[in-house]
Nanobody, 126 residues
Framework: QLQLVESGGGSVQPGGSLRLSCAAS????????IGWFRQAPGKEREGLSC????????KYADSVKGRFTISRDNAKNTVYLQMISLKPEDTAVYYC???????????????????WGQGTQVTVSS
């Protein structure tokens, strides 16, 4: 069974940091681009970042550029999202998703991705 599992979410104060992990089981991520998304209550799912299968190509949404860093370790079949300088508006459920090779048109569109994790909650609050 092909599965993505996110972990590393939690509660943190403004200005704090978290590192999310996205681990794959049932398949290898070697040939997949991985995207990170988030969805806050009452809001649409937002594409945050994407990394190519080799890790050589990355994309970031303006809302997280300079604060979030995507990376991957194919030997561990895992992709990471390092988040620093967290803000209350970063509070959301965070998802990772996989697409073969690279998104066809728009990397931040959820429709581009085939496999999804169940999400992990990130709460930024004082």
């Amino acid at each position: 069974q092909l599965q993505l599992v996110e972990s590393g979410g939690g509660s943190v104060q403004p200005g704090g940091s978290l590192r999310l992990s996205c681990a794959a089981s049932g398949f290898t991520l070697d040939y997949y681009a991985i995207g990170w998304f988030r969805q806050a209550p009452g809001k649409e799912r937002e594409g945050l970042s994407c990394i190519s299968s080799s890790g050589s190509r990355t994309k970031y949404a303006d809302s997280v550029k300079g604060r979030f860093t995507i990376s991957r370790d194919n030997a561990k079949n895992t992709v990471y999202l390092q988040m620093i300088s967290l803000k209350p508006e970063d509070t959301a459920v965070y998802y990772c998703a996989a697409v073969w090779s690279w998104p066809t048109n728009i990397w931040y569109s959820a429709e581009e991705y085939r496999y999804w994790g169940q999400g992990t909650q990130v709460t930024v609050s004082s």
